[in-house]
C-alpha cells in the first residue's frame, strides 16, 4: 500500500501556500488557523479505516480539508499556482502537436516525438515539462497519467491522432490528479488507518472518483467547445477558477 506523495505533508504551522506555489506572490495571505488540518484528517482517517465505503465521512472530511485545512477557496486555489502553470505548458504543448507544430519546449520538437513509442514521446514530454520546485514531484505524476489516459490505445506517437476532445479530457485528468496528488500529501498518515490493501483500494477509488467527478463538473465547461480559442495562461487561469469552484461545492458538505 501506499501513494505517490511519500512526504509526511506539512504541519499546522506551514504557511497556507508555499512561496513558489502561490498564483498570487504578491497579495497577502490570512493569517493560518491552529491544527487546521486535525478535523481534516480525522475524519478521512476513519473513511479508510471503517472500509473507504462511507460516502458522507468522506464528503466530510474534503469539506473541512476546503474550509479549514487550505483556508478556503480564494486560498487554497492559490495553492495549485506551479501545478496550474504546468498545465497550461502541457496545453500549449499538446495544441502545438496538434497543429504540425513544434512544442516550443527546449529540447523535445517533433522530431523527436513523431513514430517514437508512446511511452517514450510521454517520458520526453513529462521530462521537459516539470518545474524545479517543491511540487515537482506532484507535477511529474499528474502530467504523466493525463497524457497516458489521453494517449491510450496508441502504440506509437502520432500527432494527427490528437484531437480537442483529447486535449480537454487531458487537462481534467491533470487538473484531477493534481487535487488528488495534493490532498494525500495533506493528509499525512490518514491512508496508513487501512488494515488492508484492498480496503486501502476502496478509499482510494473512492477519493479518486470523487474528485474526478468534481474536476469533469467544473473544469469541463470551461474547455467543451473553446479549446481552440484558449491558450496556456487561459487555461492555466480555468484550472485556478475550477479548484475555486470545486472548494464552494466542497466546503458545502460541512454546512
Known amino acids: 500500500m501506499g501513494t505517490s506523495s511519500s512526504s509526511s505533508g506539512p504541519g499546522s504551522k506551514s504557511p497556507l501556500v508555499p512561496p513558489w506555489a502561490d498564483s498570487e506572490p504578491n497579495t497577502p495571505l490570512p493569517e493560518s488557523e491552529g491544527q487546521r488540518f486535525r478535523e481534516f484528517r480525522t475524519h478521512l482517517g476513519k473513511f479508510v479505516s471503517g472500509g473507504g465505503t462511507d460516502g458522507e465521512r468522506l464528503r466530510t472530511a474534503l469539506g473541512s480539508y476546503a474550509g479549514k485545512a487550505t483556508g478556503g477557496g480564494t486560498v487554497g486555489s492559490r495553492r495549485f499556482g506551479a501545478m496550474a502553470s504546468a498545465g497550461g505548458a502541457l496545453f500549449d504543448a499538446m495544441a502545438a502537436l496538434r497543429d ?64 480537442d476532445d483529447i486535449i480537454a479530457d487531458m487537462m481534467i485528468a491533470y487538473l484531477a490528479e493534481c487535487i488528488y496528488e495534493q490532498v494525500v500529501l495533506d493528509s499525512n498518515d490518514a491512508f496508513a488507518k487501512a488494515t488492508d490493501p484492498a480496503q486501502y483500494d476502496r478509499a482510494e477509488k473512492a477519493m479518486r472518483g470523487l474528485i474526478r467527478a468534481a474536476a469533469d463538473k467544473h473544469m469541463a465547461p470551461l474547455l467543451t467547445g473553446n479549446v481552440r480559442t484558449l491558450n496556456g495562461r487561459m487555461v492555466r487561469d480555468a484550472q485556478l477558477r475550477a479548484i475555486k469552484d470545486i472548494w464552494a461545492e466542497w466546503e458545502a458538505y460541512e454546512k
Open 100 to 163: 504540425g507544430q513544434d512544442p516550443g519546449i527546449p529540447g523535445v520538437d517533433l522530431g523527436t516525438l513523431e513514430g517514437r513509442p508512446t511511452q517514450v514521446a510521454i517520458d520526453l514530454l513529462v521530462n521537459a515539462l516539470v518545474p524545479p520546485n517543491g511540487d515537482g514531484d506532484r507535477i511529474r505524476v499528474a502530467l504523466n497519467d493525463a497524457l497516458s489516459e489521453a494517449l491510450e490505445g496508441q502504440a506509437d506517437f502520432d500527432f494527427n491522432n490528437i484531437t
